[in-house]
């Protein structure tokens, strides 16, 4: 009797699993979808910042950074500032801004919508070594979610040319005004 209901289980769980993977196509997110092309963005972006032994900048970094988008042909310019505090566990990095601005061309394909943006950036951060300010190329790209009609969710990385190479990794939540 025992091995009768387990085949029965097995049996029911494997008609499910062929009901569900051939009975589904890709998602329909039309109802979720509004493009954002020609409209202004308003986002907060939470990234972890990872230099390569920057003088004064040798460990990893949060930083909080509030971003605004403009429509300029088939993309955005974007405008940013990150602002990020030593956090008491690496003590050496008092405070770092970074002002950047960048153009975001977004690609959709069937599945997702991803993104590019390359840009400049200007840093300034205080440490217990002094003081520094350096400026560079950015270079960024990403995946969007779109979780409601006017509101996505990102992630994204980017890396920051600055003396050395500085990876960034997070997470971009905007708005469509």
Sequence with gaps: MLKVRELMKRITFLISACWCFLGTTAPDLSQLQTSERGRFLLGLGIQFLVPDELPGFTNSQMVFCPRFYFPVGPGHFQLGASYGTSTGKFPELDQ?????????????????????????????????????????????????FPLARSFRMSAEMRALALEKLVMGFGANFTFSL
Excluded: H, M
């Design 96 to 144: 770092i801004f970074i002002a950047e601005t960048a153009y975001r061309v977004d690609f959709e394909t069937r599945f997702f919508t991803g993104f590019l943006f390359p840009g400049l950036v200007y840093s300034r951060y205080f440490s217990a070594n002094g003081e520094y300010k350096k400026a560079g190329p950015q270079l960024g790209w990403g995946i969007i």
